[in-house]
């Protein structure tokens, strides 16, 4: 036949080839769904890699019969090409086999599933965390004097949890509605403004697992990345207690020194979004400037493996600062992640505004806030 000729076939493998690389790009390296890290996660995996065999199975079965009824029933050398075969039209035993088959498999799987689906629904029994989704950052706050109050340790990006605990996360939203995942540790849960879900996490054994949001949530969606830093129960309590000093310890860089001038910089150009703890707290609590009503806290900004989304590492591999990403990003942080500050999403241009010896200024005072960063193993 003339249309299947060799160039039709050639952009066959070609659409192919391209759709195979477009699936295979799914796997950035870093959300990985098939090497679960915690019970929950474990116990989704489960399930999937059941429906998975399940699928081979059933789509073994499946070509094999297409392959035997084509070989079975093709047209043999001397069949008139004009008559046709005996019309059949249905056939009680196959229809039947074809679909009590799928209904018993898929009420197995139902009946599989659904005790995994409630358990999971069920709250964590260790601390809880509150979270935040907004355009397009993660918020993380903790009750560690434990009156009740989600307001002693605030991060963004860097989510910290003891190693072994199951950590209840109560999800909200300040804009619109986002959906949290760490694939390692447990499935997606929606993020909706004006509630709140509840959502359980936990890791057997420490180390840094990595989430994102997954329901699109405007401009920049895909640069609304998170880190789950799990930390062996010493290691947290020192974290804990870190975050608490530098609290504690907030104080007016000396005069005249370069950490003053940022000090003073960040004043008149800063604290209408952020809060610095201690010493910059005007922002706190509803903020015109943002549809979130919120930035990132800054207090222990050098406490945290990275910025803005996490889509930039605060230290570089040799442990050192990453000051010239930082530095970018105060100048001109809408450059490095799209953002819309005229409508109230993101972080401001302040390339007009401030000059070279400003943004020297004000990086000298934002490396004084916290420590370095309390690292899994
Ligand atoms: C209009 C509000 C607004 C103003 C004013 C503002 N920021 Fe931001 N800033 C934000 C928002 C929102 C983010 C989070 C952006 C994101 O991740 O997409 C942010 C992020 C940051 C971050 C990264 C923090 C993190 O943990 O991700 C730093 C550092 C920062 N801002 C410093 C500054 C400095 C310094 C100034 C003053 C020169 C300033 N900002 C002024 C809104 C603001
Ligand atoms: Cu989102």
């Known amino acids: 036949m003339p249309i299947c000729t060799g160039f039709s076939r050639r952009w066959r493998f070609v659409v192919l080839g391209l759709v195979a690389l477009a699936v295979t790009g799914c796997a950035t390296g870093r959300l990985d769904a098939t090497k679960p890290a915690g019970p929950n996660a474990r116990d989704i995996d489960g399930l999937m890699r059941l429906s998975g065999w399940?699928?081979?199975?059933?789509?073994?079965?499946?070509?094999?019969a297409v392959v035997t009824i084509i070989v079975k029933f093709r047209a043999k050398p001397g069949d008139d090409p004009d008559e046709l075969p005996p019309q059949i039209h249905g056939n009680r035993k196959a229809e039947l086999t074809w679909t009590?088959?799928?209904?018993?498999?898929?009420?197995?799987?139902t009946v599989v599933t659904l005790p995994t689906v409630f358990a999971l629904a069920e709250k964590g029994d260790g601390r809880t965390i509150v979270v935040e989704g907004q355009q397009w950052w993660w918020q993380f706050s903790y009750d560690t004097d434990g009156d009740g109050q989600f307001d002693d340790v605030v991060t963004a990006n860097d989510l910290v949890i003891p190693v072994g605990e199951e950590v209840n996360l109560e999800l909200r939203s300040n804009d619109v509605i986002h959906s949290f995942w760490i694939p390692q540790l447990n499935g997606k849960?929606?993020?909706?403004?004006?509630?709140?879900?509840d959502w359980r996490i936990s890791a057997d054994e420490p180390g840094i697992f990595y989430g994102e949001c997954v329901e699109f949530c405007g401009l920049s969606h895909a640069n609304m990345q998170m880190r789950t830093i799990v930390l062996e129960p010493d290691d947290f309590d020192r974290w804990v207690a870190e975050q608490e000093a530098q609290i504690e310890a907030a104080s007016v860089?000396?005069?005249?020194?370069?950490?003053?001038?940022?000090?003073?910089?960040?004043?008149?150009?800063?604290?209408?979004?952020?809060?610095?703890?201690?010493?910059?707290?005007?922002?706190?609590?509803?903020?015109?400037?943002?549809?979130?009503?919120?930035?990132?806290?800054?207090?222990?900004?050098?406490?945290?493996?990275?910025?803005?989304?996490?889509?930039?590492?605060?230290?570089?591999?040799?442990?050192?600062?990453?000051?010239?990403?930082?530095r970018e990003w105060v100048r001109n942080a809408p450059a490095m992640k799209p953002a819309r500050a005229d409508n109230r999403q993101g972080m401001l241009d302040f390339s007009e505004v401030l000059t070279a010896e400003d943004l020297d200024n004000l990086l000298a005072y934002l490396t004084t806030l916290g420590s370095a960063p309390v690292l899994p193993e």
């Open 54 to 64: 399940m699928a081979v199975v059933v789509g073994i079965f499946v070509a094999a």
């Open 100 to 109: 009590l088959i799928p209904t018993a498999l898929l009420i197995f799987l």
């Open 189 to 197: 849960k929606d993020v909706v403004p004006g509630r709140v879900h």
């Open 253 to 326: 860089p000396a005069e005249g020194t370069p950490e003053a001038a940022g000090y003073d910089l960040f004043g008149t150009h800063c604290i209408s979004c952020h809060v610095i703890d201690g010493v910059y707290e005007s922002a706190a609590g509803g903020n015109a400037n943002l549809a979130s009503g919120i930035a990132p806290n800054l207090t222990n900004l050098m406490s945290r493996t990275a910025f803005a989304g996490a889509l930039f590492d605060t230290y570089q591999s040799d442990g050192s600062l990453n000051v010239a990403e930082l």
